[in-house]
């Protein structure tokens, strides 16, 4: 069944409620976050919210009717977050190219810094990654949007910046801003299994550094 988009914006267009009942559903909606990366969609409930956020169960259906778009509004504002921050990454580092490896290699190590900055959605991303199968198309479909497809775009679109000046040679910027973070930050992300486990930083600097030399040789004019 189709949902209707929940976003940070339509909740900021909903009518501005009296400072007591926004109050609530601030701590309604931060109570969702914790439990959906604590326990998963599925055991993210309507009861758990309560119980996590101290307020009576009648106040989360009062201030979500539908607990469901509750939860796909949450994921969404917090991939469009984590986007936000991996686009500010792409355009610091490829603004000015002093060195087209070592940019490279610093673009690596900045856009695994979000593992550690938004530990909470990364947790919701593993729980979410889990249960795919079991959540509505819709919802992956829109998360996939506002957060990878976005950071990913925001990327291919600094990739060609640099190839407009000569350094790379990128016929096509989408497909190239997917293979930079498969060759580059995939590695870490996997062995960290997205930010859960440490990884020593010999080994991510060599997995970053191997790759931002994998994706020059394919990409060298």
Known sequence: M???RATSATLERTP????GAADERRAVVRAARTVLAREGWRRCTAEATAAEAGVPL???RRCFPDHEQLLVGVLLDSSV???AALAQVAESCLAEITDLEQDLIALGRAWLAPLE???EHFAIVRHVSAEVTRLPVEAVEKWQAAGPRQARGELARRLRGVAARGLLDIPDADQAAERFILLVPSGVVQRSFLGAL???RAEAEALIADGVADFIRLYHP
Do not use: Q, T
């Open 81 to 83: 977050s984590v986007a």
């Open 58 to 60: 009648d106040a989360v």
């Open 117 to 119: 900055a938004f530990r």
């Open 2 to 4: 189709a949902m209707p």
């Open 16 to 19: 501005r409620p009296p400072d």
């Open 198 to 200: 440490p990884v020593p």
